[in-house]
């Protein structure tokens, strides 16, 4: 399975942007669907948004504000963005693949790899 | 408020078999796609497309659905299978957005 590993600063300021990257050593982010879905602490799953590997994105419509995901090809990374963040982004956040086709809606993608995920605090 | 409504909570002995439910309008159209995920872990892939099992998953695991509600069914529960499981499918309105149901803490007694 193939091996998911995301990165980025563990604790943000408020009203800052949130920036993590989702690498994939020793596989390609070419072909897939690539999300990004946290988990604040004690609580569920909540999806923010889809990249195709062509750069088509979808976002989960009440963050679509704020959110950017985004993928290099050469580097086999995955961003996401989260601007003007508050105490509520406070969560872990996973990056995650999907299928190795593209999906088209009202079809979504479904996720067999995800990375650890990496906690992110908002806090001054 | 989730589009996927989920039960808290199941309990159920070892030895028996759980059945976690998922209701929501889109199930009606969409598949449902199931996750477990034990503390301090990210989620694992359980079924996809309503009744597939991944490669690997042990056949104690399957799913079903039928209506707006889709139903994952756990046999011969052991007590590693205590975890929270998530389902996921699309939002009702057809805009393909991914929802997750609140999740569900299975309790093995």
């Known amino acids: 399975q193939v091996q998911l590993q995301e990165s980025g600063p563990g604790l943000v300021k408020p009203s800052e942007t949130l920036s993590l990257t989702c690498s994939v050593p020793g596989g390609s982010v070419i072909g897939y669907h690539w999300s990004w879905i946290r988990q604040p602490p004690g609580k569920g799953l909540k999806w923010l948004g889809d990249?195709?590997?062509?750069?088509?994105?979808k976002y989960e419509p009440t963050l679509k504000s704020r959110v950017t995901i985004s993928v290099d090809l050469s580097e086999n990374q995955v961003f996401l963005r989260l601007g003007s963040v508050t105490a509520l982004d406070t969560a872990r956040y996973f990056c995650a693949r999907g299928p190795a086709h593209v999906v088209v809606a009202p079809a979504v993608p479904h996720y067999e790899s995800w990375g650890q995920g990496i906690l992110v605090t908002v806090s001054s | 408020s989730s589009e996927l409504t989920q039960p808290p909570s199941v309990s159920v002995s070892p030895g028996q078999t759980a059945r976690i439910a998922c209701s929501g309008d889109a199930l009606t159209k969409q598949y449902a796609f199931w996750y477990q995920q034990k503390p301090g872990q990210a989620p694992l892939l359980l079924i996809y497309r309503d009744i597939e099992r991944p490669s690997g998953l042990p056949d104690r695991f399957s799913g079903s659905s039928s209506g707006t509600t889709a139903t994952l069914a756990i046999g011969a529960v052991q007590a590693e299978d205590e975890a929270d499981y998530y389902c996921q499918s699309a939002d009702s309105g057809g805009s393909g957005f991914v929802v997750f149901g609140g999740g569900t803490k299975l309790i093995v007694l």
């Open positions: 990249i195709f590997y062509t750069g088509s994105t």
